[in-house]
């Protein structure tokens, strides 16, 4: 079974920046693409980025392009989402999530639909 275990959450400034890091098991990285998901309260999740580590192929969402980067570590089976220029908006519960990997990401990537296994979720306050 996949675990996925996030990490890397906390309070910021707006403008500020946080990283955070989802640990996967080893066989995430053949086969699968690992997405990081995003609720806010009252509102839907969102997904924000994804990456296939076999290929290094990213895709992110337009509310987050220029300002988040995710890449992973294969030899430490890690995912990370580098978050700057950070607004009170991007305050959510964020999920690393990972699920068979389509050819492309660019259709899929970013939908609920492709993904079967999350994480608990790791708290990003960021404040005005």
């Known amino acids: 079974e996949v675990q996925l275990v996030e990490s890397g959450g906390g309070l910021v400034q707006a403008g500020g920046s946080l990283t955070l890091s989802c640990a996967a098991s080893?066989?995430?990285?053949?086969?699968?693409?690992i997405g990081w998901f995003r609720q806010a309260p009252g509102k839907e999740r969102e997904g924000i980025s994804c990456?296939?580590?076999?290929?290094?192929?990213?895709k992110y969402a337009d509310s987050v392009k220029g300002r988040f980067t995710i890449y992973s570590d294969n030899v430490k089976n890690m995912v990370y989402l580098q978050m700057t220029s950070l607004k009170p908006e991007d305050t959510a519960v964020y999920y690393c999530?990972?699920?068979?990997?389509?050819?492309?990401?660019?259709?899929?990537?970013?939908?609920?639909?492709?993904?079967?296994?999350w994480g608990q979720g790791t708290q990003v306050t960021v404040s005005s």
């Open positions: 999530t990972a699920g068979f990997a389509p050819v492309s990401l660019e259709v899929v990537g970013l939908r609920e639909g492709l993904y079967d296994y």
């Open positions: 080893v066989d995430v990285f053949v086969d699968y693409a």
């Open positions: 990456i296939k580590p076999s290929d290094g192929s990213t």
